[in-house]
């Protein structure tokens, strides 16, 4: 049984051993699931076997279908060290469930894979160890600043309201099955982002409730800019506005190429920052090679130079990954964030901050 009566209570405690040690973060959902080879049939479960769509692939589902193969993924990632579980939600909004015509599903989506992280965790939480649940929300499959068709640049998949209406109801799902932490991630469009940003600020005001954000943005390539082309700072200047718990990178890059940008990164921004990184780039079968001792000798020198007060792991990472994170962790502080002088910072493709 949980010896935090509140959320409020388990984020003052985690709040405070923050201040000590780097918290830890679990690695990628995807990777592990992949590692049971499911099949059609085990999407489906009962409850699916006549659905008229193809379901393989809809991770989101098994929260449903197949909730005791999640359960153990959080298990595993709690006895490798995480603080943070993150919830089997990432594509479990309306807009991505049109693919598998179960857009009906995404509240509910949300309320069980937020149960059940909450269930992982509540079995291993301590009065001196809180274990939190981070509700993830993932980009979409759509973007905003980018037209998907070549021949009109003016064409959108979907309009900003309609992304606002679908982050609504992950919103909801997700703060009803009781998470900590509300993480928008793996932002390659910026704008897509805000439309999240908004959507959840407008429910918490609606509702009267204090959740922290979490935000993590991608880092395409060796350029040091997202898809819709925002550099990590103006990316910061972007977002800043909703005065988030932490801001962060991940996906995209292996640790070796995301340390730049992370340095950037800690220099500009006053919140927490977060780091989780894939295992390496993908290799040519679209795996991910870098091993844990890799990972760990790479990001033991982030903790030491206190880039982060937040580390994990990305697409191709496991328990055991997690587990030398925690390790690499440990031989550093968390980092303190800068006093930034006020001024007018704005951003477009580069930031841009106004002469005093």
């Not at 780097?22 to 489906?44: H, N, P, S, V």
């Not at 060290?81 to 509910?108: M, R």
């Not at 679908?166 to 897509?192: C, N, S």
């Not at 927490?272 to 993908?282: E, F, H, M, R, T």
Request: charged share 20%; hydrophobic share 40%; aromatic share 6%.
């Amino acid at each position: 049984m949980t010896h935090f009566t509140s959320r409020e209570d388990r984020l003052a405690k985690l709040e405070a051993i923050g201040l000590d040690r780097i918290l830890i973060l679990d690695g990628a959902m995807g990777t592990m699931i992949q590692t049971f080879k499911l099949e059609e049939d085990d999407y489906r479960g009962a409850r699916f076997a006549d659905h008229g769509h193809p379901l393989k692939g809809n991770n989101d589902l098994l929260v449903i279908t197949k909730p005791e193969i999640i359960l153990g993924i959080h298990e595993a990632f709690l006895k490798a060290g995480a603080d943070l579980i993150s919830t089997n939600s990432f594509n479990a909004t309306t807009i991505s469930q049109a693919d598998y015509a179960l857009e009906p599903l995404a509240y509910e989506l949300n309320l069980e894979a937020a149960k059940l992280a909450r269930q992982a965790c509540l079995a291993f939480e301590t009065a001196d160890a809180p274990k939190a649940v981070v509700g993830s929300i993932g980009p979409t499959n759509k973007t905003l600043s980018l037209s998907p068709d070549v021949n009109d640049p003016s064409y959108r998949a979907a309009s900003f309201d309609e992304m606002v209406v679908a982050y609504r109801e992950q919103t909801l799902g997700l703060l009803d099955g009781g998470v900590d932490f509300l993480m928008v991630e793996t932002i390659f469009d910026t704008l897509v982002a805000k439309a999240a940003l908004y959507a959840i600020t407008e429910v918490l005001e609606e509702r009267g409730e204090a959740v922290p954000i979490m935000i993590s943005g991608t880092i395409t390539d060796r350029s040091g800019r997202t898809l819709s082309g925002q550099t990590v700072e103006a990316f910061w200047n972007a977002v800043r506005h909703v005065n988030p718990w932490s801001i962060g990178l991940n996906c995209a890059l292996g640790p070796n190429e995301m340390r730049p940008f992370l340095a950037e990164l800690s220099r500009v921004a006053t919140c927490k920052v977060s780091v989780y990184p894939n295992a390496g780039l993908p290799n040519a079968f679209g795996g991910y090679d870098e091993t844990p001792d890799d990972m760990c000798h790479t990001m033991t020198p982030w903790a030491q130079e206190g880039l982060v007060n937040v580390m994990g792991g990305c697409c191709g990472t496991t328990p055991d990954h997690i587990h030398h994170i925690a390790h690499a962790a440990s031989h550093g502080k968390p980092r303190v964030a800068p006093v930034i002088q006020t001024a007018l910072r704005l951003s477009g493709l580069e930031p841009f901050t106004a002469a005093a």
